[in-house]
């Protein structure tokens, strides 16, 4: 089966209907973020979300970490997934299915070592998906996503086979990289933000590529 294609920093609903003109399988819309590119206010992910179609997942990126803050900010934007990219306590994902049942929960695992992927094992039985990302949540300002960098697939491809829930893999990906990767991880998902744009906007040739590179 051919990997879902995600494209993130999605900014206006003209870029969402691009993308999804182009295929993909769903959007991401970036919410306040200490660092990295692409966040919107609230109101335009909840606006933007309202014009996609059925079928179409919207994902939701949020740093909140506690339980209220979470569902707050759920609340404020109405996309039918939670892209968590932040760390979170466990019994946290447990009370977030019984009070959203039908909002899809997704975790990301920024990968740096072997304790990324025990990380990455442990939480996937509570999760609806990992996405593999190259954020660095340990500096003074956190880095939880769109870095453009990309980090080892090797150790990727071992969380894919390791875990027990669907894998989206994230982190400096191109039209010119992504068939690599896909060969080496062979992950349920693929999700590109910077490598398919130019001066911060979304590129609709790079796009074209980057799909026709996922599907070929």
């Known amino acids: ?17 691009m993308a999804i003109d182009c295929g993909v399988s769903a959007i991401g819309l970036v919410g306040k973020m200490p660092s990295g590119p692409g966040p919107i206010p609230d109101d335009l992910i909840r606006k933007i979300a309202f014009t996609v179609p059925p079928g179409i997942a919207t994902f939701l990126l949020t740093s909140a970490t506690s339980l209220m803050e979470i569902i707050d900010h759920h609340h404020r934007t109405n996309t039918n997934t939670i892209q968590l990219v932040d760390s979170i306590k466990v019994e946290t994902y447990c009370q977030l299915k019984a009070a959203m049942p039908s909002v899809k929960i997704v975790q990301v695992i ?17 999760v609806d998906a990992i996405l593999l990302d190259s954020g660095n949540p340990k ?10 960098r990309v980090h080892d697939w090797k150790l990727s491809r071992f969380i894919r086979d390791n875990v027990k829930c669907p894998v989206f893999l994230a982190g400096g990906l191109t039209p010119d990289n992504v068939r690599e990767a896909i060969e080496i991880v062979n992950p349920f998902g693929v999700d590109v933000c910077t490598g398919v744009r130019t001066d911060g906007k979304l590129d609709r040739l790079k796009l074209e590529k980057f799909i026709s590179e996922v599907l070929a």
């Open 110 to 126: 920024h990968v740096a070592d072997k304790r990324s992927a025990d990380e990455a094992i442990k939480i996937s039985e509570m």
């Open 139 to 148: 500096l003074k300002i956190k880095e939880l996503g769109g870095t453009g």
């Open 1 to 17: 089966m051919k990997p879902r294609i995600k494209i993130c920093c999605i900014s206006s609903t003209d870029e969402a209907k």
